[in-house]
């Protein structure tokens, strides 16, 4: 009987990354992505809570031993010592972190930071021990686990960020520490020998430590050797036999037609990553299958935004606008799944899913104002109190804090602060893929690519003020001409395209193509065509979207500050609804009804530029969700 988890053979890619720091970022993403990194979170979080990145050297001197006390690890503490296995948060914490201020740091190539960051390689590159071992545990639990550990996942946060700066600089010494490190690990925990997803009493650091797979698939894109594919199929395998607390992305849950995702919602969406990951290594139809059916489930699960549900977990429930929230982590894993969805497949439908859920969830449950994020939100947002439901006697006992703005997050878990300052170094990574026959401009955005095609040097600057602005202008510059192919996705959203100063092109499933001769100086426009439309969602409500921007009706609430750093302006906030604002009537309306206008285009404030005016005098204007705080965004079906 054939197994899922046989490999029939490696199933090719359709796409190939183009190497991280290759594609810059320029205009309003630039300068939002500066101020995250100047300002904000992004440069500063080892500042806002030094106890968690500063003063635990849980990488180096301070890794975890048999004889290890109790941690800070960011949460509310407890009266008694947990077990030292479990005491890997504060590695998820300085990894991820770590991740999104490199990558800022590397693509905005700030000489202040970078600095900062060489020391941070060298620092963490010392620690390496003699046999290659990078990671949280001394050698008395080193591999030596039958209970809740960070083991793998505190690996695969490390070596992440240490992957994308070899991609950036070309430090060849950095690269292969990775690959010591991950070949001890595989020695470890041999294949057909060993159980690391077969433990007792398991949390989320065993159930995390499956996107190991993230860096097994990467290093196989940059060494080509096929151990690293096996071995991410083999960990899938493991993982999807094994009982553990997270456990949606098993196979016998993916085939189950009337299993509903109900772990905790982190984990099943970067586990997405893991399922792909093993469909592409093993060739395996049967693994196709269930990966078609992961889909199919998560449909259930993505509110109007193209947000995930889990707040923290997602209980079997159906997405829905207002009563259940989103986590900022999931909103980054989901993306980075999309984009190893594109990467391998090549459907253009992955990059239309990357820009609806960046730019509406994602940029949603940013303060527009502020360098703060929410750790839990909804789409319709009628308070930012703590609770969900503040006036609610049963809710408001509720002792967590997720809904609410801020920088650290550290009276709850700091994990979604340093995965918002993730998200958009991976989305600028995935903008431009390379082709059998050329490049792919997968996603949009003002930027700049350099790069080789055909043993050519070529430059690709994007000038445009997507997503505000659907008119995006190409400059090429190549250091000799060079013939191949450039081609451009498609949104579904367009209702109609027109290719400018270039009459060699083609359209074909969704992809704009066009194969020629480039020379230096050549030059083109991409003009898309969009419509105020009206979605429907679930029965019996409607969202109002114009590209892939989806509009808000902003409600009046009262500030509240609550904590305050030292980092001058960072600060936690709360929001309750004005008297003035408690009607939620929901009028009727039609898209004859709803007129776009749009208003003089600035970097710094990008999200005003647009707005949706009705006819309605109930109804004030729209405006995108990335700029408001308190919202409304479904409405009662027309003539309902």
């Not at 890619?13 to 309003?28: N, S, V």
């Not at 999104?100 to 960051?117: A, D, W």
């Not at 729209?622 to 919202?631: Q, V, Y």
Request: charged share 20%; aromatic share 12%; glycine share 6%.
């Amino acid at each position: 009987m054939t197994s899922p988890y046989d490999k029939i053979s490696t199933k090719p890619q359709a796409y190939e990354w183009i190497r991280f720091g290759e594609i810059k970022p320029a205009g309003w993403m630039q300068a939002q992505m500066q101020r995250d990194l100047v300002h904000g979170f992004v440069g500063h979080l080892d500042e806002l809570v030094p106890d968690l990145i500063q003063k635990d050297d849980i990488y180096g001197k301070d890794r975890l031993t048999k004889t290890a006390k109790t941690k800070d690890l960011g949460v509310v503490s407890k009266e008694t010592e947990w077990e030292v296995q479990f005491l890997w948060w504060n590695s998820e914490t300085q990894s991820n972190w770590r991740d999104g201020f490199v990558r800022n740091t590397l693509l905005l190539e700030n000489s202040i930071y970078l600095e900062k960051v060489r020391e941070y390689i060298k620092r963490i590159l010392a620690t390496q021990d003699a046999d290659g071992y990078l990671g949280i545990y001394a050698p008395d639990l080193r591999f030596n686990f039958n209970s809740e550990n960070g083991e793998l996942w505190a690996q695969a946060s490390l070596f992440r960020v240490l992957l994308g700066y070899y991609e950036a600089t070309g430090e060849t010494s950095v690269l292969n520490a990775v690959i010591r490190a991950v070949d001890v690990t595989i020695q470890a925990y041999p294949t057909n020998q060993s159980h690391p997803f077969t433990v007792t009493n398991d949390y989320a650091g065993v159930c995390h430590g499956l996107v190991f797979t993230d860096v097994l698939d990467r290093l196989y894109q940059l060494t080509q050797q096929e151990k690293y594919l096996d071995y991410a199929l083999w960990l899938y395998a493991e993982y999807s036999e094994a009982t553990l607390s997270a456990d949606d992305v098993r196979y016998i849950h993916l085939t189950d037609p009337a299993y509903r995702f109900r772990a905790h919602g982190v984990h099943t969406y970067e586990h997405l990553r893991s399922l792909v990951t093993a469909v592409y290594a093993s060739g395996n139809p049967l693994l196709e299958g269930a990966l078609s059916a992961y889909l199919e489930k998560l449909e259930l699960c993505l509110t109007p935004s193209g947000a995930p549900i889990g707040d923290e977990n997602i209980n079997g429930r159906q997405a829905d606008a207002s009563e259940i929230g989103y986590e900022y982590c999931s909103i980054h894993e989901l993306l980075d799944a999309y984009s190893h969805l594109l990467q391998k497949t090549g459907d253009p439908q992955w990059g239309d899913r990357i820009e609806w859920l960046l730019f509406n969830a994602g940029q949603g449950a940013r303060h527009p104002q502020e360098s703060a994020i929410a750790y839990l939100k909804t789409d319709n947002s009628y308070s930012m109190t703590g609770p969900l439901h503040p006036d609610d006697p049963i809710d408001s006992r509720n002792p967590q804090t997720r809904y609410k703005y801020s920088p650290a997050h550290q009276d709850v878990a700091v994990c979604c602060v340093p995965n918002a300052g993730r998200i958009y170094p991976y989305y600028v990574k995935s903008m431009w893929m390379r082709t059998p026959k050329g490049l792919f401009c997968a996603l949009y955005g003002a930027s700049e690519l350099n790069t080789e095609v055909n043993g050519v040097n070529v430059h690709i600057t994007e000038q445009t003020n997507y997503p505000f602005d659907l008119t995006i202008s190409f400059l090429i510059d190549v250091s000799q001409p060079v013939e191949f192919e450039l081609a451009f996705r498609k949104p579904a959203w367009a209702i109609g395209f027109e290719v400018q100063n270039e009459s060699e092109w083609q359209e074909e499933n969704g992809v704009i193509k066009i194969y020629k001769i480039w020379k230096a100086g050549d030059k083109f426009v991409l003009n898309f065509q969009a419509k105020v439309i009206t979605n429907q969602f679930n029965k019996d409500e409607h969202f109002i979207s114009y590209g892939p921007l989806v509009f808000a009706r902003p409600l009046n609430g009262q500030a509240k500050e609550g904590r305050t750093y030292p980092v001058e302006g960072l600060r936690d906030l709360y929001y309750s609804l004005d008297d003035s604002a408690s009607s939620f009537d929901l009028p009727t309306m039609g898209e004859k009804d709803l007129h776009l206008e749009q208003q003089p285009f600035h970097a710094e404030n990008p999200w005003e530029t647009l707005s949706i005016t009705t006819s309605s005098k109930s109804l004030p204007k729209l405006i995108p969700m990335g700029a408001s705080i308190l919202r409304q965004i479904t409405f009662r079906q027309p003539n309902q």
